[in-house]
């Protein structure tokens, strides 16, 4: 590793816990997806696809399933035909809120 002020393993193991937060919510579409199944309290697939202009079926997919995976969000499918699944968000997601919300303040003060 090249010095500079993370070469020390203090500085590195600082930056630990940011690194983990950036690999649950990394993704172009995570927090997005998440502000949705916020804003509306729950959101089916469908929904989710048409608000989230040009994300496709798969990535969609990949991503509620990573969302899912970290403990973000819930997913409760009903036994019924046409199949029917809904999205909420879990109690750690939130818990994200709060945060989310501050970044969409500075967003619209700053950006």
Same mark, same amino acid.
């Given at each position: 590793?090249?010095?500079?002020?993370?070469?020390?393993?203090?500085?590195?193991?600082?930056?630990?816990?940011?690194?983990?937060?950036?690999?649950?919510?990394?993704?172009?579409?995570?927090?997005?997806? *998440?502000?949705?199944? &916020?804003?509306?309290?729950?959101?089916?697939?469908?929904?989710?696809?048409?608000? *989230?202009?040009?994300?496709?079926?798969?990535?969609? &997919?990949?991503q509620l399933r990573e969302l899912e995976d970290d403990k973000l969000i819930v997913r409760r499918?009903?036994?019924?035909? !046409? !199949?029917?699944?809904?999205?909420? *968000? &879990? !109690?750690?997601?939130?818990?994200?809120? !709060?945060?989310l919300r501050s970044m969409q303040s500075w967003s619209d003060e700053n950006l």
């Amino acid at each position: 590793m090249a010095d500079n002020k993370h070469s020390e393993y203090k500085q590195y193991h600082r930056c630990e816990s940011m690194s983990k937060l950036q690999s649950i919510i990394s993704g172009k579409w995570k927090i997005l997806i *998440l502000w949705y199944i &916020s804003f509306y309290k729950m959101q089916r697939f469908n929904e989710l696809q048409r608000r *989230l202009d040009g994300i496709t079926h798969a990535t969609l &997919s990949k991503q509620l399933r990573e969302l899912e995976d970290d403990k973000l969000i819930v997913r409760r499918v009903y036994s019924e035909i !046409p !199949p029917r699944v809904e999205y909420t *968000l &879990s !109690p750690l997601g939130e818990s994200f809120m !709060p945060i989310l919300r501050s970044m969409q303040s500075w967003s619209d003060e700053n950006l």
